[in-house]
């Protein structure tokens, strides 16, 4: 795991998250941590709809794409 130190945050935005970390019976540091977790999950969740949105359209417009997994193991074999 790595270590991160914000420098410089407002007041307030501490007050907050340690009202928030109270709340939730946890530390400051503890709460940091769940919400920048949360942040980065809720990210990488929009990313993936974003790509299965994608797809969706390259398969209405082409079809549904076959497993190449069988093709590429050929291929790999035949280059030895």
Request: no cysteine.
């Amino acid at each position: 795991m790595s270590d991160v130190r914000v420098r410089k945050l407002d007041d307030w935005v501490v007050g907050w998250f340690r009202t928030q970390a109270k709340q939730h019976g946890r530390s400051l540091e503890g709460e940091l941590r769940e919400v920048l977790k949360e942040a980065a999950l809720r990210r990488k969740r929009e990313i993936s709809s974003e790509l299965r949105a994608d797809l969706e359209q390259l398969e209405q417009k082409y079809g549904l794409f076959s497993d190449s997994a069988e093709l590429i193991r050929e291929d790999r074999d035949a280059r030895g």
